[in-house]
């Protein structure tokens, strides 16, 4: 459905894409991460054809992006970072106006379904965050388009209204339609995505199915607490295990992350026993994409 190849983008010297790409597949949800100013926006509007690239090439809907003369041509559904409504118009009035010559019948469905029929005829001005997010979700697919770019369009809202639109996005997947959206929220990405992009320094540094992200990078974490106070070097010694990969410090607890789950247990208490040392707490947790996505990413 889209895919790009080498992409760069200058701003006049300064450099954010340095030859990035990316493969979005038909009917899958895409999750495009990456810190606050990774590039993720400049890539979207690339996309949809409102900013052009320095360099690359992209296809998006079987259309290679340097071809189309309009961006309205693309028949991508499009979701701003920060989407503005005239603040007079109701929300019907909204959808009507973006929808063109689409029918009252539409309006009235696409409505209902972000949940905004009670507010069908109020004006957008007064609206929240969420129902604006809703109201964006709506417009971008008024049109019925095939392919939807979503840029950060559950990042602003709070956990109830993030949980809307992820459910939305859910939905649009349902109907057959395929998904772009850019986060920096991880767990919205787990909870929704069928493959995820990292965007660092200019480039994809990893693109996987979130299934073989969680299969190949997710780790078990023991987290153990002792019941006096630990070695001076219990770090090195621990790490010495074949199971283990990693041992941090954190509070006065230890965090270990290992190979696997039945293994390294065994391994571990016994380390424990075999030093005579009393334990006050053993819990086992997986590291989360965001844990992972500060391995891989480092801070700016
Ligand atoms: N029109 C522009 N002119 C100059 N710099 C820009 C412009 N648009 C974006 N940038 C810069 O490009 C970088 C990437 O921005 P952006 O794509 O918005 O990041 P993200 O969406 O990942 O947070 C940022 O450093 C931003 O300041
Ligand atoms: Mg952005």
């Known amino acids: 459905m889209i895919t790009v190849k080498g992409l760069h983008k200058k701003f006049k010297d300064f450099h954010v894409l340095k030859g990035l790409d990316m493969h979005v597949q038909k009917g899958e949800i895409y999750g495009f991460i990456g810190h606050n100013g990774a590039g993720k926006s400049t890539t979207m509007n690339i996309l949809v054809g409102l900013s052009r690239p320095t360099r690359g090439e992209c296809t998006v809907n079987g259309t290679v992006l ?40 539409r309006i009235n469905e696409m409505l209902e379904w972000v949940g905004l029929t009670h507010a069908a005829h109020r004006r957008v001005g007064g609206f929240s965050r969420g129902m604006k997010q809703r109201l964006g979700v709506g417009a971008a697919l008024i049109r019925d388009p095939a392919l939807l770019i979503l840029d950060e369009p559950s990042s602003a809202l709070d956990p109830e209204g993030r949980s809307d639109v992820l459910r939305l996005i859910a939905e649009m997947k349902q109907m057959g339609k395929t998904i772009l959206f850019s986060t920096h929220i991880l767990a919205d990405v787990e909870r929704v995505c069928d493959r995820v992009g990292m965007i660092a320094e200019g480039r994809m540094i990893m693109e996987k199915p979130l299934f073989q992200l969680q299969r190949d990078n997710i780790r078990p974490i023991f987290e153990i607490t002792p019941a006096i106070p630990w070695e001076p070097d ?67």
């Open 66 to 105: 340097a071809n189309v003369e309009h961006p309205g041509d693309l028949h991508i559904g499009y979701l701003p970072e920060d989407p503005r409504f005239y603040s007079w118009m109701t929300a019907r009035e909204t959808l009507a106006y973006l929808g063109g010559d689409i029918a009252g019948e």
């Open 234 to 300: 219990i770090i090195s010694k621990l790490s010495q295990l074949d199971v283990v990969l990693e041992v941090t410090i954190k509070g006065n607890s230890l965090h270990v992350m290992t190979v696997d789950e039945s293994e390294s247990s065994k391994k571990l208490l016994r380390f424990f026993a075999d030093r005579n040392t009393p334990l006050r707490g053993l819990s086992l947790r997986k590291n989360s994409l965001e844990e992972l996505f500060l391995q891989e990413v480092k801070p700016l």
